[in-house]
C-alpha cells in the first residue's frame, strides 16, 4: 500500500510527524505537504505564482502553497506514481460541521477524492496535540482494517476523522452527519502603526445544530466521530421548486 500524507499545519507540525512515523509501519509512505500554516484554506489552487517544492532534513517534501496544491502536484507529475490512500492531518484542532467547508485537512483530502483515490482527513476534537501519538496509532490502525477489509484502492471515497484527546480507551467510532454553527463572530478590527484600519476574522460561532447524529454530539460524548463526505453541493431536495419558479419568471435571454 502506498499514502500520500499531506496537512494543513505545515509540515513541521507534531500531528504530521507522528501520523508519518505510524502510517509507516502499515504501508510506504510520502509527505508532501504546506511550508508554512495554512489552516482555512479549503480546496484552493495557487494559479497565479510558482510553486517549489523542497526537502527536509527528514525527508519531507514541503510546499510554499496551500494544502489542495500539495495533493495536486504530487499527484499530476510529483510523486510518478498513484498511491493507493490519501491522508490528510492530523489536524490541530476538530474539523467538523461548517468547518469542514473551510479546512484545508479536510482540502487536501478532497483533492485526492477529486483524482478519483480514497481518501481520509483526521483531526483531533481540541487544540494543543495532547496525546497525538495515540490518535496516530489509531489513524493507523484504521487505515490497515480498511486494507484488510479491501476498502482501500477501490472505489474513491471521502471520511471526515474527528479523534478526542486523551490517554482513556476511545469510545465506539460514530458515523455522524455534519452538524451546524451559529454566524461567526464579528470582525476584529486593530489600528496598524502606519495609522490604517486592520480586520481580522472573529472566532467561528458556536454549534446550533449539534443533536443526536451530528459529529458534535458524538465528539461532546466521546466518541470518535466519522463522516462520509460528497462533492456535490446540488440542492436536489429544492430543485422542483426552483424548477417552478424559475418557469414563472419566464427569463429570457437578452
Not at 513541521?12 to 510506504?28: F, T
Not at 481518501?119 to 496535540?129: I, N, R
Not at 480507551?169 to 463572530?185: I, N, S
Amino acid at each position: 500500500m502506498k499514502i500520500l500524507i499531506s496537512n494543513d499545519d505545515g509540515y513541521r507540525a507534531e500531528g504530521i510527524v507522528a501520523l508519518y512515523h505510524a502510517l509507516k509501519q502499515v504501508a510506504d509512505v510520502e509527505v508532501i505537504a504546506p511550508e508554512q500554516n495554512n489552516s482555512a484554506k479549503s480546496n484552493a489552487l495557487t494559479l497565479h505564482s510558482p510553486l517549489y517544492v523542497r526537502q527536509a532534513e527528514n525527508g519531507f517534501k514541503y510546499v510554499n502553497g496551500t494544502p489542495a496544491d500539495c495533493v495536486h502536484i504530487a499527484l499530476t507529475g510529483l510523486l510518478g506514481y498513484r498511491p493507493d490512500l490519501v491522508v490528510s492531518g492530523i489536524n490541530n484542532g476538530a474539523n467538523m460541521g461548517d468547518d469542514t467547508l473551510y479546512s484545508g485537512t479536510v482540502g487536501a483530502a478532497m483533492e485526492g477524492y477529486l483524482f478519483g483515490i480514497p481518501a481520509m482527513a483526521f483531526s483531533q476534537t481540541e487544540k494543543g496535540w495532547a496525546y497525538i501519538d495515540q490518535a496516530a496509532e489509531f489513524a493507523k490502525n484504521m487505515v490497515a482494517q480498511f486494507d484488510d477489509a479491501k476498502l482501500i484502492g477501490k472505489s474513491p471515497w471521502l471520511l471526515n476523522i474527528n479523534i478526542p484527546n486523551h490517554s482513556a480507551e476511545y469510545k465506539a467510532p460514530t458515523l455522524c452527519r455534519l452538524g451546524r454553527r451559529h454566524a461567526a463572530e464579528p470582525v476584529i478590527q486593530q489600528m496598524s502603526p502606519r495609522g490604517e484600519t486592520m480586520y481580522w476574522i472573529g472566532s467561528a460561532g458556536e454549534a446550533m445544530d449539534d443533536g443526536d447524529g451530528t459529529d458534535f454530539h458524538a465528539a461532546k460524548n466521546g466518541h470518535v466521530t466519522i463522516t462520509p463526505l460528497q462533492v456535490d453541493l446540488t440542492d436536489h431536495e429544492n430543485a422542483g421548486f426552483w424548477a417552478q419558479n424559475l418557469a414563472s419568471l419566464k427569463i429570457r435571454e437578452t
